[in-house]
Nanobody, 127 residues
Framework: QVQLVESGGGLVQAGGSLRLSCAASADSGRIFSIEAMGWYRQAPGKQRDLVAAITRNGSTNYAASVKGRFTISRDNAKNTVYLQMNDLKPEDTAVYYC??????????????????WGQGTQVTVSS
């Protein structure tokens, strides 16, 4: 129904920058609206934690560990959320997942609320 496709991960040295993107699309039916979008990350052996989130009207929330270094933004017309990551540190190494809380309309015009996840993109920061 709805897919979140992430891009922009990779390997970077400490102090470097990366920009992650996540685009939501429907292979049938359509996306009516996307309320909250966010980025989570999961390091090996650890739980998945919130990195940053943004509401439809632009209100943001950040994990304390990334405040001042990461910036989340979104383009509502493109159903896309971004995460600009600056001054990266080795402890930022993780798989980053995109999340979206959205309203989906099926081909039968049935509306449902979906909590969708992307497949994850690896971010590795070397020291």
């Amino acid at each position: 129904q709805v897919q979140l496709v992430e891009s922009g991960g990779g390997l970077v040295q400490a102090g470097g920058s990366l920009r992650l993107s996540c685009a939501a699309s429907a292979d049938s039916g359509r996306i009516f609206s996307i309320e909250a979008m966010g980025w989570y990350r999961q390091a090996p052996g650890k739980q998945r934690d919130l990195v940053a989130a943004i509401t439809r009207n632009g209100s943001t929330n950040y994990a304390a560990s990334v405040k001042g270094r990461f910036t989340i933004s979104r383009d509502n017309a493109k159903n896309t959320v971004y995460l600009q990551m600056n001054d990266l540190k080795p402890e930022d190494t993780a798989v980053y997942y995109c999340n979206a809380d959205l309203l989906y309309v099926s081909i039968y015009d049935l509306i449902s609320e979906d909590d969708c996840w992307g497949q994850g993109t690896q971010v590795t920061v070397s020291s």
